[in-house]
């Protein structure tokens, strides 16, 4: 018996198997866990439905965090064919390479109203989409990263987008804590992801990191996973509009 035997929860996010949100379905699949894919459009198909199928999930479903239509879509499946949901991580932020490249001050106007929607608004309609299947609680994470309160090279519009996920979490943590949904944030160190690609001067920031933080090293998905296990699970019935850091120690680094 693992620790989330008998709950069924979707995970939306993969992009491959180096992604957080594999890392993070994995150790849910090896406690038990019952999941549900999520993929952006066919393109992210082919690389989402063969890593899905590899942990027996046969719900793996379209689902554009953009388009109202697409979540209502997915989750309603998920309805029909479970009925209830224990558990959602969030693990999808996006902001235009462009965005990143720039100097902050060019930020567009779309820019910045795409990566707010799609990186900080999603939680909220996938969050909504959630409700009427967590009728006996349930827990929901999101990842975020320490862009969001300080100022990090080349992250630019994403770190905005990041402080504002983070106050949606607290937000929807004061509101849902009486029906007995938490909601809570992973802060994870910089990993060699698809996403993090479009960052600029990535593979110097990552060695700066791992060279300051106290453990000296960079995490591992595994590691991540390992965060995310506990505050979906029952482990962590009493935490909520938390962010739990998981980057070696580098958010309390000073000089």
């Known amino acids: 018996m693992g620790l989330m035997t008998g709950k069924k929860g979707i995970i939306l996010g993969v992009a491959n198997d180096k992604s957080i949100a594999w890392g993070i379905s994995k150790k849910l699949h090896e406690e038990g866990a019952t999941l549900a894919f999520t993929y952006l459009n066919e393109v992210f198909e082919k690389r989402v439905r063969p890593l899905a199928e590899s942990l027996g999930a046969d719900l793996i479903l379209r689902c554009d965090v953009s388009k109202d239509a697409e979540v209502e879509g997915a989750f309603l499946e998920v309805e029909q064919k479970w009925g209830h949901l224990d558990f959602l991580v969030h693990s999808i932020a996006y902001a235009g390479r462009d965005e990143l490249r720039q100097p902050f001050v060019q930020t567009s106007r779309e820019g910045f109203r795409v990566a707010l929607d799609i990186s900080a608004y999603s939680l909220i309609g996938v969050t909504k989409a959630a409700l009427p299947l967590m009728k006996n609680g349930g827990s929901i994470l999101t990842m975020t990263y320490l862009g969001s309160t300080r100022a990090m090279p080349n992250y630019n519009v994403m770190g905005v987008a990041k402080a504002a996920l983070e106050a949606t979490v607290r937000y929807l943590a004061a509101e849902l804590g009486e029906k007995g949904i938490r909601v809570n ?51 962590a019935s009493g935490v909520t509009g938390e962010v739990h850091f998981v980057d070696t120690g580098y958010n309390i680094a000073g000089l």
């Open 185 to 235: 944030a992973i802060s994870a160190g910089p990993i060699r992801t698809l996403a993090a690609t479009g960052i600029s001067n990535f593979s110097e920031i990552f060695g700066i990191m791992e060279n300051r933080s106290p453990m000296h090293r960079s995490v591992t998905t595994a590691e991540v996973g390992n965060s995310a296990l506990y505050l979906l699970s029952d482990m």
